[in-house]
C-alpha cells in the first residue's frame, strides 16, 4: 500500500490549496479515504472521510463549507479542496486509508504527509 500526497505549500489567509493523494496498491474504489492533519504539539486529528462508491462525504466542524474532499477512482486519487484558508489550518496534512488484515482485523495505512503553512 503507497499512499503520495502532493500540493501543500505556504498560502496567505483567506487563499486556497487543492491537495492530492495517489493510491497504488489496494483496490481503491472499494475503500473510503481520508484525510487527517496535525498541527505542531498538536495530536492528529481527522479532517473529512469520503465513502468508495456512494461518495458519501463528512468533515471536522471547523473545515465544513471551507473543505470539500472528493476521489477519482479511475485514478486511484483522492483531493481536498481548501478553501477560506486558515492561520490554524497549518499543519501536517495526511491521505490515510483503513484496510482489512487477516481475518478481521483493520490496519489504517498513512501517507509521508503534506506540509500546509497559512501566513503573511
Known amino acids: 500500500v503507497r499512499l503520495v500526497e502532493s500540493g501543500g505549500g505556504l498560502v496567505q489567509p483567506g487563499g486556497s490549496l487543492r491537495l492530492s493523494c495517489v493510491a497504488s496498491?489496494?483496490?481503491?474504489?472499494?475503500?473510503?479515504m481520508s484525510w487527517y492533519r496535525q498541527a505542531p504539539g498538536k495530536e492528529r486529528e481527522a479532517v473529512a472521510l469520503?465513502?468508495?462508491?456512494?461518495?458519501?462525504?463528512n468533515y471536522a466542524d471547523s473545515m465544513k463549507g471551507r473543505f470539500t474532499i472528493s476521489r477519482n477512482n479511475t485514478k486511484n486519487t483522492v483531493y481536498l479542496q481548501m478553501n477560506s484558508l486558515k492561520p490554524e489550518d497549518t499543519a501536517v496534512y495526511y491521505c490515510s486509508a483503513q484496510l482489512p488484515v487477516g481475518a478481521a482485523g483493520l490496519r489504517r495505512y498513512w501517507g509521508q504527509g503534506t506540509q500546509v503553512t497559512v501566513s503573511l
Open positions: 469520503i465513502t468508495s462508491v456512494s461518495g458519501n462525504t
Open positions: 496498491g489496494f483496490t481503491f474504489s472499494s475503500y473510503a
